[in-house]
C-alpha cells in the first residue's frame, strides 16, 4: 500500500460521503411522492434479487480459501438456507450454519 | 416534525411505538452473530493494511458499510488508484438506493431530519428486517415504523463500530480458522432464505444468482448490479402474469 495520509483521509470521505448519497437518495428526494406502480413492484423483491447475487460468488468461490469451492462453507450455506426457509427463524439459521460449519471444518474436511 | 405530528393524535401511540422499537431490537439481536465477526475482519485487514486505529475507526464509522469498505481496502492493496477504489466501492453500495427506494413508500412521509438519519443507518439488516416487519403490518404509524427501524439499527451500529476496534487491536491474533469472512454470506442466506415463499420471490432469486454468477466478467463488479435489476424486474413481471391468470 503506498497512499499518503491526505489521499486515505480523501477516500474515507469520499466513500462516506457518497455512501450517504446513495442511502438518501430515494428517501430524501422522493418523500412522500408517490412512486410509479410498476417501480413499486419491482421494489417489493429488491431483497431477494441484490442479497443471493452477492452471496453466490462468496460461497462457491470463497477468498479465503483462494476461490476454490470448499465444501464445509457450501454445505453450511445450504444447512442455513433451508433451517431459515422451513423455520421462518434467522437465529437458529444462522447458529445451525455456524455450527455445521465448524463441525465440518473440525472433523470432516480439515 | 410534520411526521411526529400527524401520528401524535391517538392516545395509545407512547406504548405501541415502544413496543414497535422493543420488536425491532428483538428481531435484529440475532445479526450480531455475524455482524461482529464481519466487523473484526475489516479491523483486522484494515490494521495489517498499514492504518492506524484511528484511522479504521474513521473509516468505519463514516461508511458503515461493510463489503464496500472490504472493497476499498482490497483494492488498496493492489495499490489502485484513488478514482478506481472510490467508484468501484460505491458500485458495490449501489444497493443501498434501490433500499432508499424499497422504504420511500414506507418513510416517505417522515420529516427530512428522520429521513436523513434512516439513511445514514440504512444497511442490508436494517433494510430487509423493517420492509419484512411493514408488509405484515401494513397498519403501523410513522412513528412506529421510524422506531421499529431505529430498533433493528440500535445493537446493530454500535457492535459494528465496537468490533472493528476490537479486530483492529487484536489483528493479526486472530486465527484464519475462525473463518470471519463466512459470516456475511451466512448472514444474508438467513435473511432472505424465510422470504422464497412466492413465486415471483424465488423466481427473482434464481435469476440473480444465475446471473451474478455468469456476469462476473463484467467491469467494475457491475455484474451485481445487472443481475440485481433483471431479478427485480423478473420478480415484478411473474407477479403480473400470475395476478393475469388468476
Redesign the interface.
Known amino acids: 500500500?503506498?497512499?499518503s495520509t491526505a489521499?486515505?483521509?480523501?477516500?474515507?470521505?469520499?466513500?462516506?460521503v457518497?455512501?450517504?448519497l446513495?442511502?438518501?437518495?430515494?428517501?430524501?428526494l422522493?418523500?412522500?411522492?408517490e412512486?410509479p406502480v410498476?417501480?413499486?413492484?419491482?421494489?417489493?423483491?429488491?431483497?431477494?434479487?441484490?442479497?443471493?447475487?452477492?452471496?453466490?460468488?462468496?460461497?462457491?468461490w470463497?477468498?479465503?480459501a483462494g476461490g476454490e469451492l470448499e465444501p464445509a462453507?457450501l454445505i453450511?450455506?445450504v444447512v442455513?438456507?433451508?433451517?431459515?426457509?422451513y423455520l421462518?427463524?434467522?437465529?437458529l439459521?444462522?447458529?445451525g450454519?455456524?455450527v455445521t460449519?465448524f463441525l465440518l471444518?473440525a472433523f470432516v474436511f480439515g | 416534525m410534520q411526521a411526529e405530528q400527524n401520528t401524535s393524535g391517538s392516545a395509545g401511540d407512547g406504548p405501541s411505538v415502544r413496543r414497535a422499537f422493543l420488536r425491532g431490537v428483538l428481531i435484529s439481536s440475532p445479526f450480531l452473530l455475524v455482524i461482529v465477526p464481519f466487523a473484526m475482519l475489516f479491523g483486522v485487514l484494515a490494521t495489517e493494511a498499514g492504518m492506524d486505529l484511528l484511522t479504521v475507526m474513521a473509516f468505519t464509522v463514516a461508511v458503515f458499510a461493510g463489503s464496500s469498505q472490504l472493497t476499498a481496502l482490497q483494492l488498496m492493496q493492489d495499490n489502485a488508484p484513488a478514482a478506481v477504489i472510490l467508484a468501484t466501492s460505491l458500485a458495490v453500495n449501489l444497493r443501498m438506493s434501490m433500499y432508499s427506494a424499497a422504504l420511500t413508500p414506507w418513510l416517505g412521509r417522515l420529516s427530512l431530519w428522520s429521513r436523513a438519519w434512516v439513511a445514514f443507518l440504512l444497511v442490508d439488516q436494517s433494510y430487509a428486517a423493517s420492509v419484512a416487519e411493514y408488509e405484515r403490518n401494513p397498519k403501523m404509524s410513522n412513528a412506529e415504523r421510524l422506531a421499529y427501524f431505529f430498533g433493528t439499527v440500535v445493537l446493530v451500529a454500535p457492535f459494528w463500530y465496537l468490533a472493528t476496534g476490537v479486530g483492529a487491536i487484536l489483528g493479526a491474533q486472530i486465527p484464519p480458522e475462525l473463518a470471519l469472512d463466512f459470516a456475511m454470506p451466512l448472514s444474508f442466506i438467513a435473511l432472505t432464505a424465510p422470504m422464497l415463499r412466492t413465486i415471483p420471490h424465488l423466481v427473482a432469486a434464481f435469476t440473480s444468482v444465475t446471473l451474478a454468477l455468469t456476469l462476473t466478467w463484467l467491469p467494475w463488479s457491475s455484474g451485481i448490479l445487472v443481475a440485481a435489476i433483471t431479478a427485480m424486474l423478473a420478480g415484478a413481471f411473474t407477479e403480473m402474469a400470475l395476478e393475469k391468470r388468476a
Request: hydrophobic content about 60%; charged content about 10%; glycine content about 12%.
Open positions: 500500500m503506498s497512499y489521499e486515505i483521509w480523501f477516500l474515507i470521505i469520499g466513500l462516506g457518497g455512501t450517504f446513495l442511502r438518501f437518495s430515494f428517501l430524501g422522493i418523500g412522500s411522492r412512486l410498476f417501480f413499486q413492484r419491482m421494489l417489493r423483491y429488491t431483497a431477494v434479487a441484490v442479497l443471493p447475487g452477492i452471496v453466490a460468488p462468496l460461497v462457491l470463497p477468498a479465503a462453507r453450511a450455506a442455513t438456507g433451508a433451517l431459515g426457509w421462518r427463524n434467522m437465529l439459521a444462522i447458529v450454519g455456524a460449519f471444518q
